[in-house]
């Protein structure tokens, strides 16, 4: 059990730029989430995979970003034409559990500074 | 929708004593979970204790403890004998038992020093 990886752990990118972000569950978990975390604040939901299926998304997700989980293994989250907005801690999750005790294990996160 | 509110920013407290950290929440469903994680410097959040809105008894793990007060909507942390390696942000975090729920509400945390 290696753990939730995620890559990079830091992007520095310019106003306008695409960016990636990429995610490894642990490998027998069926269910990933992603979460937005900002300065001196809690994390955000972004959005949440089953397998390879997108089940929900936020609000906060909006057309600029996008979220993969081609084969329900890794997943990648997008971000286009960044804004000096989306500089945060981008938080992965994943679980094999349903159900009100869910546990949540989460990776280190990716920190994107947006100048 | 949910809200969860932690009054406390920072604490400080000296190593071996207990500690407790605050959290009220909102919520207009009748069964919810809340969660407490962990977040060290090196960024991941670490589980550290459940409690459900229907347990009739406080949940324990190892050396934390939840104090759960339903009519007051609190659900505080205890951290007995604290240690070096309890330094860390702590976050307060609930979700509806609902079919089809699955996000947690964070609320902004608090830093937990703990002095030798």
């Known amino acids: 059990d290696t753990g939730v990886s995620q890559d990079p752990r830091h992007k520095i990118t310019k106003r306008g730029q695409n960016v990636t972000f990429r995610c490894d569950p642990i490998s027998e978990h069926n269910r990933l989430y992603w979460y937005r975390q900002t300065l001196g604040q809690g994390p955000e939901f972004l959005t949440y995979?089953?397998?390879?299926?997108?089940?929900?998304k936020s609000r906060l997700l909006s057309d600029r970003f996008s979220a993969e989980r081609p084969k329900g293994s890794f997943s990648t989250l997008e971000i286009q034409r960044t804004e000096q907005g989306d500089s945060a801690m981008y938080l992965c999750?994943?679980?094999?559990?349903?159900?009100?005790?869910?546990?949540?294990?989460f990776g280190s996160g990716t920190q994107l500074s947006v100048l | 929708a949910q809200k969860i509110t932690q009054t406390q920013p920072g604490m400080f407290v000296q190593e071996k004593e207990a500690v407790t950290l605050d959290c009220t929440y909102d919520?207009?469903?009748?069964?919810?979970?809340l969660f407490w994680y962990k977040q060290p410097s090196s960024g991941e959040m670490i589980f550290l204790i459940y409690?459900?809105?229907?347990?009739?008894q406080n949940a324990t793990e190892g050396r934390y403890s939840l104090n759960f007060q339903k009519a007051r909507k609190s659900a505080n942390l205890v951290i007995s004998a604290s240690q070096l390696g309890d330094s860390a942000m702590y976050f307060c975090?609930?979700?509806?038992?609902?079919?089809?729920?699955?996000?947690?509400?964070f609320g902004q945390g608090t830093r937990l020093t703990i002095n030798p």
């Open positions: 919520t207009s469903d009748q069964s919810y979970g």
């Open positions: 999750a994943s679980s094999s559990e349903t159900g009100s005790r869910e546990k949540l294990f």
């Open positions: 995979f089953q397998n390879e299926a997108q089940l929900e």
């Open positions: 409690q459900g809105s229907y347990d009739e």
């Open positions: 975090a609930m979700k509806p038992i609902i079919q089809g729920a699955q996000k947690l509400v």
